[in-house]
T-cell receptor, first 114, second 116 residues
């Protein structure tokens, strides 16, 4: 069974500092990995995905994530945080073989402090 | 492109009534749509996967007779919460996968259901 872990319920970072939101996964075979952001009372917005190729994936709003197969991680990063980045972030994984189900992590609340 | 809408955005209903939530892909055809439920401060829980023209596949523990899903066209899926009870109050989110796409799911804005 596939699973995703986001070990931090909340991450606080000062505006202008780099941010990292952690994600590790478990899946048989090569994973499809995703990051989404959710603002209060809104649906999810896609940030970026890893399917294959370059381990460093660049996405929307200046975010990027690095796929690390040996550590089974896909941490989300941004060099300089903005207050407007404050939101709930979800990591997700999908086994590309067979069934289409995407499994989401429990979410990490990012708080950027002015 | 790739916009998914949901209607209504919020609904309040009395216990025992049924509520229908629509999910539409506005500018693409979606062969597969997904329905999720999200409790406060929790992750998304997949309820069911629906493919156009066929019966939905429900996740374990989700009552298919209570949460009726219809995916009658490539741009519309509906979720009907039948005989709603207060414990059904939640945030319901749909997503759609584009036909011939690259596995990306596009999410709707969600529907807040409150059952009194």
């Amino acid at each position: 069974a596939q699973s995703v872990a986001q070990p931090e319920d909340q991450v606080n970072v000062a505006e202008g500092n780099p941010l990292t939101v952690k994600c590790t996964y478990s899946v048989s075979g090569n994973p499809y990995l995703f990051w989404y952001v959710q603002y209060p009372n809104r649906g999810l917005q896609f940030l970026l995905k890893y399917i294959t190729g370059d381990n460093l994936v660049k996405g929307s709003y200046g975010f990027e994530a690095e796929f690390n197969k040996s550590q089974t991680s896909f941490h989300l990063k941004k060099p300089s945080a903005l207050v407007s980045d404050s939101a709930l972030y979800f990591c997700a994984v999908r086994d590309p073989r067979g069934y289409q189900k995407v499994t989401f992590g429990t979410g990490t609340k990012l708080q950027v402090i002015p | 492109g790739a916009v998914v809408s949901q209607h209504p955005s919020w609904v309040i209903c009395k216990s025992g009534t049924s509520v229908k939530i629509e999910c539409r892909s506005l500018d693409f055809q979606a062969t597969t749509m997904f329905w999720y439920r999200q409790f406060p401060k929790q992750s998304l829980m997949l309820m069911a996967t629906s493919n156009e023209g066929s019966k939905a596949t429900y996740e374990q523990g989700v009552e298919k007779d209570k949460f009726l899903i219809n995916h009658a066209s490539l741009t519309l899926s509906t979720l009907t919460v039948t005989s709603a009870h207060p414990e059904d109050s939640s945030f319901y989110i749909c997503s759609a996968r584009r036909a011939g796409g690259n596995n990306e799911q596009f999410f709707g804005p969600g529907t807040r259901l409150t059952v009194l």
